[in-house]
C-alpha cells in the first residue's frame, strides 16, 4: 500500500507545479498561433460572434445533420457551447485576437498540474506521489497540442479533476451544498461536452444515495405497529431522495436554463436533432451527407450486420490506440493499470473508471464513428488527471516490488524512478508536440501555416468573385477563420450531390483540394468533367503537398 504519512502538499511544491504549468502551457500557447483544426476555430468563430453582438449563430454550415434553412445558422447544434464562452470571455478582457481567445484555456490548462497534485494528495496522503502525478499532468503527451487551444480539453480535463472529488465527498458527507455543486459542475460538464450527460446522471444518482445520518426505517422488533412504521418511514426516505437528486438537478438546470430554453424556442426540443443523427451514421463521411433528413433507422440498417459490426470494430481498435498511446503516455500505461488496482479501494477512482468504461462503451458502440475520429480522445481527458495518479502509483508500486526482490536502496530508487517518469512523459510530449505544432522552423511554426491555401483562395475570391459569393469548401470553420467569408461544406458524394447543396445554399465556388470526398477525386484530378464546373485556378500549398483548386459553379440551366 501506499504510505498516508504527509498531511498536505506543501507550499513549495504546489509553487513549483503552478509555476510548471504556467510555463509548459505558456510554451505551448506561443507555438499555437492560431485555432488550427475545425473543432477550436468553431469555437472560437462562435466566441468571437458573442462579442460583437451576433448571437449564437453561424455565417456558415459545416455540417447538413438537422437540415438547415440557410445561413446564418444558429450556432451549436453539434458541438456544446462552454469553449465559446470562454472565448467570449477572454475577448471581451484581452482582445479580440486568438491571443486574448487562449487566455481562459491556457490559465484552466496551467492550474491542472496543480489541481492534479492536490487530488492526488487528498487520496494517497503522499507528497511525492502527488507531485509526479502533477507533473505527468503537466506533460500530458498528445494532448499538449489542445491544452491552450479554443476547444473543449482544458476545461473538460479540469472539470473531471473536480467533479469526481466532489461526487465522493458529497455521497461521504452528505452536504446539500456539494449536491449544488455537483450538479453545477455537472452542468458545466454538459456544457463542454454533449456526452458528459454521463456525468450528469452519476450526479443524479450520487443524490440518491447520501443518506443523511440516522435515516433509515425502524424494524419490527422495534415498533409497536411495524407495517405503518415501515410505510411511514420508506414515504420519507423516497421524500428525502427525491429532495436530494431535486437539488442536483436544480443546479444543473440553473448552469443549462439558457441552453434548453435556446433550444426549446429554436427547434421545439431539448436538444438539437443533429446530435441523434450521428446514431445512424454508416460510414464517418456520412457526418457530411446531404441531406442530413436520409441519415435513418433505416438506412442504417440496411447497411448490414456486416458492415455495423465492422465500424465498431474499427472504433474498438482506434479507442484502444487512444486508451494506450494518449491516455497512458505511450509507454506508461502498464504503470497506470497498475496504479489503478492499488488504488481500488478509493471511491474517487473507482467512480472515474467506470465513467472511462461507460464513455468507451458509448464511443465505440454508440457512436463508433464520432467517437474514433476524435469524441473520445476530447471526453477522455477528465480521466487523464486519474491517470496520472494511477501512473504515479504504479511507478512507486513497481519500485517497492522490484526493490523488495533486489535489494535496492528504496528512497534513492523511488525518487529515479519517479524523475524517470516525468522525464519521459516530458519527452514523449516534447516531440509530439514539436512534430505537429512546432515542425522544423521554431521562429515560423508548421502550426501556424495550416490553412496558408484558404488565405490564398480567400484573396483570390476576394479580387475575382462579385461581392458576398458564398462558397462550398471543405472546412467552413476553419476557412472562416483565415478569411471572413461565408461558406456551406462540400457534401459526401459526387458532382450531382454537390451541386443539389450548391443550389440549396447559393454557393457559387467549390474549392477542392486532396482530401476531396471520393466522387469528387476525379473532378479534382481531371478524370472527369461537369459542365456546371468551370475550373479558374489553382492555389500551391494545400494538403499532401497538392494544390487547392477553385471552381466556379454555373446556374442550373
Not at 440518491?208 to 415498533?223: N, V, Y
Not at 446531404?290 to 442504417?300: A, C, K, N, V
Not at 501512473?391 to 524517470?420: D, P, Q, Y
Request: net charge positive; glycine share 10%; with cysteine.
Amino acid at each position: 500500500m501506499i504510505p498516508t504519512t504527509d498531511s498536505n502538499l506543501g507550499l513549495k511544491w504546489g509553487g513549483i507545479l503552478l509555476l510548471a504549468g504556467l510555463l509548459v502551457v505558456g510554451v505551448e500557447a506561443f507555438f499555437l498561433q492560431q485555432p488550427g483544426y475545425m473543432d477550436a476555430c468553431y469555437s472560437f468563430n462562435a466566441g468571437r460572434s458573442l462579442t460583437h453582438g451576433s448571437g449564437l449563430q453561424d455565417p456558415y454550415l459545416w455540417n447538413y445533420l438537422d437540415d438547415p434553412q440557410g445561413i446564418p445558422h444558429l450556432s451549436h447544434t453539434y458541438w456544446m457551447p462552454l469553449p465559446s464562452l470562454l472565448v467570449a470571455l477572454g475577448s471581451l478582457v484581452i482582445s479580440n485576437g486568438f491571443r486574448g481567445a487562449q487566455l481562459p484555456f491556457w490559465l484552466i490548462g496551467a492550474l491542472l498540474p496543480l489541481s492534479t497534485a492536490l487530488m492526488a494528495m487528498r487520496i494517497t496522503r503522499n507528497r511525492r506521489v502527488s507531485v509526479v502525478a502533477g507533473f505527468l499532468m503537466a506533460f500530458p503527451c498528445f494532448y499538449a497540442i489542445y491544452m491552450a487551444n479554443t476547444d473543449s480539453v482544458a476545461p473538460y480535463a479540469m472539470l473531471g479533476v473536480l467533479f469526481f472529488l466532489v461526487l465522493v465527498e458529497a455521497v461521504t458527507t452528505r452536504r446539500p451544498l456539494l449536491l449544488l455543486l455537483l450538479g453545477a459542475l455537472g452542468g458545466l460538464a454538459h456544457l463542454a461536452r454533449a456526452d458528459a450527460l454521463i456525468l450528469v446522471g452519476y450526479a443524479l444518482v450520487a443524490g440518491a444515495l447520501t443518506w443523511p445520518r440516522g435515516e433509515g426505517s425502524m424494524t419490527e422488533a422495534q415498533s409497536p405497529t411495524p407495517r405503518n412504521v415501515r410505510a411511514r418511514a420508506f414515504c420519507n426516505k423516497l421524500a428525502s431522495t427525491a429532495g436530494r437528486v431535486g437539488l442536483v438537478l436544480i443546479a444543473y438546470l440553473v448552469v443549462t436554463a439558457f441552453w434548453y430554453s435556446r433550444n426549446i424556442a429554436s427547434f421545439g426540443n431539448l436538444l438539437p436533432a443533429s446530435g441523434f443523427r450521428t446514431l445512424w451514421l454508416i460510414r464517418y463521411d456520412d457526418l457530411f451527407h446531404f441531406p442530413g433528413s436520409e441519415l435513418t433507422p433505416g438506412r442504417f440498417l440496411s447497411s448490414g450486420a456486416v458492415s455495423i459490426l465492422e465500424a465498431r470494430w474499427q472504433a474498438l481498435g482506434w479507442n484502444l490506440q487512444t486508451l494506450f498511446f494518449a491516455q497512458g503516455w505511450i509507454v506508461l500505461f502498464p504503470f497506470v493499470v497498475i496504479g489503478l488496482v492499488q488504488l481500488r479501494d478509493q471511491a474517487v477512482v473507482r467512480c472515474a473508471v467506470l465513467y472511462a468504461a461507460m464513455l468507451f462503451a458509448v464511443m465505440t458502440v454508440l457512436f463508433p464513428w464520432s467517437g474514433a475520429r476524435g469524441g473520445y480522445l476530447h471526453s477522455g481527458v477528465a480521466l487523464l488527471p486519474t491517470f496520472a495518479l494511477g501512473a504515479s502509483v504504479g511507478v512507486e508500486r513497481t519500485v517497492g516490488w522490484l526493490g523488495g526482490i533486489r535489494g535496492w536502496n528504496m528512497a534513492r530508487a523511488r525518487l529515479s524512478f519517479s524523475v524517470g517518469a516525468v522525464l519521459v512523459a516530458a519527452a514523449v510530449t516534447g516531440v509530439s508536440f514539436q512534430r505537429s505544432v512546432v515542425g522544423t522552423s521554431p521562429g515560423s511554426p508548421a502550426w501556424s501555416h495550416l490553412d496558408d491555401d484558404y488565405s490564398a483562395a480567400g484573396d483570390w475570391l476576394r479580387l475575382h468573385a462579385p461581392a458576398g459569393s458564398r462558397v462550398m469548401v471543405n472546412n467552413p470553420p476553419c476557412f472562416y477563420y483565415r478569411t471572413g467569408l461565408s461558406s456551406v461544406v462540400v457534401p459526401d458524394g459526387d458532382e450531382t450531390t454537390a451541386l443539389a447543396a450548391a443550389d440549396r445554399y447559393q454557393a457559387r465556388y467549390l474549392l477542392l483540394d486532396a482530401n476531396a470526398p471520393s466522387g469528387l477525386v476525379p473532378i479534382f484530378e481531371g478524370t472527369r468533367k461537369e459542365p456546371r464546373l468551370v475550373e479558374e485556378t489553382e492555389v500551391e500549398g494545400g494538403p499532401q503537398g497538392e494544390p487547392l483548386k477553385i471552381y466556379r459553379i454555373l446556374p442550373a440551366p
